[in-house]
């Protein structure tokens, strides 16, 4: 397989890799282990079982009388009453120098003694289920061979049964053992990953208003260390550079409202009307796209605690009171639909306000003339702003939110960042700015302030 589609099949959590990497491990211990001891029990009871056949070779070899011809062992041999039954499955054989067996137990012939060697120092010997000895020995000056064997297959044959219990006790105490190896690991590995879990909890918290939070490495393992180092490396390179874009632009809203307030009012001596009307657009087109520069910079860090109650339909009142004196020579209408009871929110009174005014002034701005625009505030804390003008354009609302986009790229009294503020004023205040196209024609526009509360 190739490793690629290892990796693909491997699972995502590391938990879960360590553990089946280990299960694997432990599978192929356990396989090992009871092959080499399979092996090591064999070779060692096999081992001790020629040692005891070869020992009863021997002392059937001392009860040899000289009269072997007669077929007989000396009656004083004690070894006899063990091969006079066939529970155990003993027997012996002497055999002569011509392969002729010249005394035999009395079950003998059931014993494959012919397949004994017959070499002049004593050999094991398996043939089928029966393990033997074969002992040279000599009597009157001939050569003969006491060949003692054991059928495994009979009861009175326990070796092979201890074998097997001892390693069936053996691999039942040995999986247990490994098998917690598994578990103590997943503990330490859940322990660790639950701080790594926590810090990842934090990096979460931390947006454009809390870049001085740095994640705690305390607790950590050593291996997560340099991520978190260099995360928190990361988030001071942003803070620095949020800081100087911040001071940056201040700079230069700074020093172009002054030049511009004094050549606003250098235009009204100009005498063509024609010519002083188009500069004064541009120099006004100006002074709002410095305004709202000023606008966003403040916005990229809102100050903790920078809250209060207040009215929200109070509040759309006195803002939409300032936008039609502002916006007085352009033809439309607007109204406010508000409950009569007032609708109070926690929130940032001036950064409302000033998304509203965004959303009225891009309400009279990017419709035609005679067009009627309409503010609502739901008891819910929903501020929204409707107009029955030709819609949205662009293929997708969230064009609209970002900064220098523009749907009608021909005008020339917008630069795009009305909708950017009002999406940032919504994000500050953990809400989101809803764009769509209403079905009867005209866009809406609308925020949500969690946590209103209605008061008679």
Do not use: C
Not at 363 to 371: S, V, Y
């Amino acid at each position: 397989m190739k490793p690629g589609l290892i990796k693909r099949y491997l699972p995502r959590s590391l938990i879960l890799r360590i553990l089946l990497v280990e299960f694997v491990a432990i599978a192929g211990v356990v396989v090992i282990v009871a092959v080499l001891l399979v092996s090591i029990l064999h070779q060692t009871t096999a081992l001790y079982q020629d040692r005891a056949l070869l020992d009863q070779a021997r002392t059937i070899a001392l009860g040899l009388s000289e009269g072997l011809a007669e077929h007989r062992i000396e009656e004083s041999s004690a070894i006899l009453p063990a091969y006079s039954s066939t529970y155990d499955g003993r027997a012996f054989v002497v055999v002569d120098g011509a392969g002729r067996a010249a005394i035999a137990s009395r079950y003998a012939e059931r014993v494959p003694w012919r397949q004994a060697p017959r070499r002049p120092t004593p050999q094991p010997f398996r043939a089928g289920t029966f393990v033997g000895v074969s002992l040279p020995v000599s009597i009157g000056g001939e050569a003969f061979w006491v060949v003692v064997s054991q059928d495994e297959a009979r009861p009175g044959a326990i070796l092979d049964d201890v074998e097997r219990a001892l390693l069936l006790r053996y691999v039942a105490l040995l999986v247990p053992i490994l098998l917690l190896l598994p578990l103590v690991n997943s503990l330490l590995i859940r322990r660790l990953v639950a701080a790594v879990r926590t810090v990842s909890a934090h990096a979460t918290q931390i947006d454009a208003r809390t870049l001085d939070i740095r994640l705690d490495d305390t607790d950590l393992p050593a291996e997560v260390l340099p991520l978190v180092q260099a995360t928190n490396a990361l988030i001071a390179r942003l803070e620095e550079s949020f800081a100087q874009q911040s001071q940056f632009i201040a700079n230069v809203v700074h020093e172009l409202r002054t030049p511009l307030a004094t050549l606003r009012i250098r235009l009204d001596g100009v005498g063509d009307a024609d010519v002083r009307e188009a500069a004064v657009r541009q120099v006004d087109r100006l002074s709002h796209v410095v305004g709202q520069l000023s606008d966003l910079a403040a916005l990229e860090r809102v100050p903790d605690g920078a809250v209060e109650r207040f009215d929200l339909a109070l509040l759309a009142v006195e803002t939409i009171a300032a936008v039609v004196e502002q916006e007085m020579a352009r033809d439309h209408e607007i109204g406010l639909d508000a409950p009569d009871e007032a609708v109070f929110v926690t929130a940032n009174r001036v950064l409302i306000g000033l998304a509203l005014s965004n959303l009225v002034t891009n309400a009279f701005r990017h419709t035609p003339a005679g067009t009627t625009v309409g503010v609502s505030v739901a008891v819910d804390g929903t501020l929204t702003v409707v107009d029955d003008g030709p819609g949205i354009t662009a293929k997708s609302p969230d064009l609209l939110t970002r900064r220098f986009w523009r749907a009608d790229h021909g005008r020339s009294d917008s630069a795009g960042l009305g909708l950017a503020i009002v999406d940032r004023v919504a994000r500050a205040h953990g809400a989101a700015l809803s764009i769509r196209n209403r079905p009867g024609g005209g866009a809406a526009f609308s925020i949500l302030l969690s946590g209103a509360e209605q008061r008679g």
